[in-house]
């Protein structure tokens, strides 16, 4: 069964243990507690960590040991998962049966090449991996060297580094050392090396090795060892002739069930908790300060005369988010959040303020600025069947952490076949004010990756009902906050935002305004913008608006957009992102041929300039204007009599500034 569910697998067929979607870089059974393979070298460097974290976390019995290659160790994800594994906070800070550290042990295979490259004398410096435990931490990762062509060595180590995983002294590393004879994939010549060299580490070799050892020593006869031969490649044959054989183990038929790849692009379940028993907290909900607080305030931005409330007394769209997360922290035992300041400091922009009082450490913790090891031990963690909200602090981040992002995170549910499950949502914001590295919107890059959910609410009601969607769901949201409204009230929803914990689906845009003339299509903080020049639209030029607020990225669903379109005619579609690549013109392409009979103009799009984000003082002149849409709309949409346009949207300043890439 195992030889043969890895073997179709392998041959991509539907019979495999994940359907053939894994493949032979991805394949694993859970069962066995083997989890997946990478393709990406290193890239389960932090997973791991993950793994780690939720058995010591979830108090789930045995260790986490990380395969790795030689290779591997030249690669952030690694060393920064090394760093997360081996905190101090874990023996300093973390109380009682959480004290200690990770159950985790790299296991280095050190087979004496990357791809071409030889880590020893060549790419790497350090001659030994086991050496570099000694930078880790001040038990130098219980590091140690050992024959990896000697079974029994291995397995006297590996009862070593158990026992210290075992008394909570982890994290432990093992350089086990091996060789590769064969290159690294069939495109490898392998021409960076000799015969005689491949020829003298063979005669070492374990197979060959230990079986002259054991005959010598007369414990197992030659005999027996060619039965056991036979026994292996006639098991091996027959798994691999049943595992290429179509009538047996076809392949995932896409012309039957076109849409059977697209049912496992995401799990779609409701899942309030992953676990069914208490949380460990700290106090009771409403012994909390900050709720205590917040409850003193008014929850909509009016007061009964219609006057705005002042904002230390008015409920923010940060507490709406501070809401929906400590609901889920009571209610999910499993749920974990980490990142920068994350703990004490009350997060980056006070999200958090008051979870400190009411989260045990193990729950709610600062780790190092390392966002490969936050997303990709998110990754790890869900994976192992916990929650996770991690925080990059700012969308510019994202880069730090691009494969976890955009090649672990959105891979597995699919990659599986719907066995793992991926509910992580990953809080990013979107800066202002601090220039070219910590101001800019990417939510373009993460809607372009199959696989993540992708949401940007702009008021206080929007966020906390997102966030307890997607709190409550199983599959990865990358859930983009502006840095530049984290203050405003709710005006839009008539009572205010709820005490009581509420959900809004993800993928639902929502009318902010009513209006008969020209559609907004809004992303993120540009609806305030969107409804100033909504009021200077009708004040100064008598042209209705309606402003939607599109909430959600991916997915999204256009009946409410096509639906103004057809009563309009006419619509502009914004966001802070640069205009170029911008989901802002995927969102228009879609409505140009949805609502291509009902438009009396193309769909104009309204996103930042192609630039690098300028300083505060200059910001004016490169986010998206309230005045900006009447520009747009008058140069692309419909002229508007009499009317001067102070920035250019003409068809030859289009042309310039794509011909100059700006």
């Not at 694993?28 to 393709?39: E, L």
């Not at 993950?50 to 789930?60: D, P, S, T, V």
């Not at 042990?105 to 990357?114: I, K, R, T």
């Not at 809401?323 to 009350?346: C, H, Q, S």
Request: hydrophobic letters at 40%; glycine letters at 10%.
């Amino acid at each position: 069964f195992l030889l043969y569910g890895a073997m179709a697998e392998i041959f991509a067929r539907d019979t495999g243990f994940n359907r053939g979607l894994g493949g032979s870089m991805h394949t694993f059974f859970t069962p066995f507690g083997i989890y997946p393979n990478n393709a990406i070298v290193g890239g389960s460097g932090a997973i791991s960590v993950g793994a780690a974290l939720f058995k010591k976390i979830n108090r789930k019995p045995g260790v986490v040991v990380c395969n790795i290659g030689d290779g591997a160790m030249g690669r952030g994800p690694v060393w920064e998962g090394m760093g997360l594994a081996a905190m101090d906070q874990f023996r300093t800070l973390w109380e009682g049966d959480m004290k200690g550290g990770l159950p985790i042990l790299f296991n280095v295979m050190n087979n004496q090449y990357a791809m071409g490259g030889q880590t020893r004398g060549e790419t790497m410096g350090y001659e030994f991996p086991a050496r570099i435990g000694a930078g880790v931490n001040p038990e130098q990762m219980h590091a140690e060297r050992v024959d990896g062509y000697n079974p029994l060595a291995v397995i006297e180590a590996m009862g070593r580094k158990l026992a210290i995983l075992r008394e909570k002294n982890g994290p432990a590393l093992l350089d086990t050392i091996t060789y590769r004879y064969s290159g690294h994939s069939p495109s490898d010549a392998d021409s960076y090396r000799t015969n005689e060299e491949k020829e003298l580490w063979q005669q070492e070799d374990s197979i060959a090795a230990f079986r002259r050892q054991l005959v010598e020593a007369k414990l197992v006869k030659e005999a027996d060892f060619a039965a056991a031969d036979e026994s292996v490649v006639r098991t091996v044959t027959d798994a691999v002739r049943l595992a290429i054989d179509p009538a047996v183990s076809p392949r995932m038929n896409l012309d039957v069930a076109p849409d059977a790849i697209e049912k496992l692009m995401f799990s779609n379940e409701r899942r309030p908790k992953m676990e069914d028993r208490p949380a460990d907290m700290l106090q009771k909900r409403e012994d909390n300060p900050r709720v205590q607080q917040i409850a003193k305030k008014e929850r909509f931005a009016f007061d009964a005369a219609g006057k705005p409330v002042s904002k230390n007394k008015v409920f923010q769209l940060r507490d709406g988010l501070f809401e929906a997360i400590l609901d889920k922290f009571y209610e999910d035992p499993t749920l974990v959040a980490y990142g920068e300041e994350n703990r004490d400091w009350g997060g980056a922009f006070a999200v958090y303020r008051g979870l400190t009082e009411a989260v045990p450490y193990h729950r709610l913790f600062n780790t190092p600025i390392s966002e490969a090891a936050i997303v990709g031990s998110a990754v790890g963690y869900a994976m192992s069947g916990g929650r996770v909200i991690c925080e990059l602090m700012y969308a510019d981040f994202l880069g730090c952490a691009g494969d976890e992002v955009f090649n672990q995170l959105p891979k597995w549910q699919a990659m599986s076949a719907g066995i793992l499950k991926m509910p992580v949502v990953l809080r990013v914001s979107v800066g202002s004010k601090y220039g070219a590295q910590h101001s800019q919107d990417w939510t373009a890059l993460c809607a372009h990756v199959p696989g993540l959910k992708v949401v940007f609410p702009a008021t206080p009601y929007d966020a906390k009902g997102l966030m307890v969607s997607a709190l409550n769901g199983t599959d990865p949201v990358i859930f983009f906050e502006s840095q530049r409204i984290y203050d405003v009230a709710e005006q839009f929803h008539e009572g205010g935002v709820p005490t009581a914990s509420y959900e809004i689906p993800i993928g639902e845009p929502d009318v902010k305004k009513v209006g008969k003339d020209l559609t907004i299509l809004s992303i993120g903080a540009t609806l305030y913008r969107a409804l100033e020049a909504a009021k200077i639209f009708e004040e100064k030029h008598g042209i209705s608006v309606e402003v939607i607020d599109a909430r959600s990225l991916v997915p999204f669903n256009y009946a409410k957009v096509v639906e103004s379109v057809k009563k309009t005619g006419k619509i502009i579609v914004a966001g802070d992102a640069c205009d170029r690549g911008s989901y802002m013109s995927e969102l228009a392409r879609n409505i140009g041929d949805l609502c291509f009979d009902d438009l009396d103009a193309p769909v104009a799009v309204l996103g930042s300039r192609n630039w690098i984000t300028p300083a505060y003082e200059l910001e004016e002149h490169f986010f998206p204007q309230p005045g900006w849409f009447v520009d747009i709309f008058h140069e692309r949409i419909q002229p508007i009599p009499g009317y001067v346009a102070k920035k250019s949207f003409t068809d030859v300043e289009l042309i310039r500034r794509n011909k100059l890439g700006v």
